[in-house]
Each structure stands twice: as C-alpha cells, then as structure tokens.
C-alpha cells in the first residue's frame, strides 16, 4: 500500500473512531473497528461499529459552529479522503460507518 493510501486510511480511522467514542457510546459498551483489504479490487474498507442506531451520522455541519472550533468536521475531512462511505445498520440496536478508499494514490 502506498504511503499515500496509509496516511488517507490512518485519518479516516482517526475521524470514525472519534465520532463512535464521542456520538456512539453506550455505558459499557465499546465500539469495533474493522479493516478489510481487497488487493484484487484494489479497495481498502474501513469500518466503525457502534451501539448507537438512533444517532446517525451527516455531512451536513452548524452553520453556527465557529471556524476555529475544534470538532464538528470529521465526516467533512472523511468525505474528502475516501472515495465513497455511508453506513448500515449493526444488529440489534447500533450502527457502523464505513468508508472505501482506492489503494491507488489520489
């Protein structure tokens, strides 16, 4: 894998992680990563579960949110560095967000 492809992956990793620890948490419940590499299709799927379904994610940012604030734009900086993510439901009651980047370099 290019060092391109490791550092997209390594940020999108960052950005989902962070909205499942800070927006998907259930008290004693913790959240699952899973990284899936298809060298034939040349697609790295990066995927985030949580416990969470009733909290689903958008793109869409507050226009109140101030421009130095420090959170608020993760699936902003995800949706920039993958080449497509959504999300599916993960039974019983949560979610995962997912999202595929091209091993080949942007």
Same mark, same amino acid.
């Given at each position: 894998?290019?060092?391109?492809?490791?550092?997209?992956?390594?940020?999108?990793?960052?950005? $989902?992680?962070?909205?499942? +620890?800070?927006?998907?948490?259930?008290?004693?419940?913790?959240?699952?990563?899973?990284?899936?590499?298809?060298?034939?299709?040349?697609?790295?799927?990066? +995927?985030?579960?949580?416990?969470?379904?009733?909290? $689903?994610?958008?793109?869409?940012?507050? *226009?109140?949110?101030?421009?130095?604030?420090?959170?608020?734009?993760?699936?902003?900086?995800?949706?920039? $560095?993958?080449?497509?993510?959504?999300? +599916?439901?993960?039974?019983?009651?949560?979610?995962?967000?997912?999202?595929? $980047?091209?091993?080949? *370099?942007?």
């Amino acid at each position: 894998m290019s060092p391109g492809v490791a550092d997209r992956a390594e940020q999108v990793v960052a950005e $989902l992680a962070a909205n499942a +620890a800070l927006h998907g948490r259930v008290q004693g419940r913790d959240f699952r990563l899973t990284l899936t590499d298809d060298p034939v299709a040349g697609v790295l799927r990066i +995927a985030v579960s949580d416990a969470r379904g009733d909290r $689903l994610p958008s793109t869409v940012t507050d *226009p109140a949110t101030a421009l130095d604030t420090e959170s608020g734009r993760g699936l902003l900086i995800v949706t920039a $560095l993958a080449d497509c993510w959504g999300t +599916a439901p993960y039974p019983p009651s949560g979610k995962t967000v997912w999202a595929e $980047l091209s091993r080949t *370099p942007l």
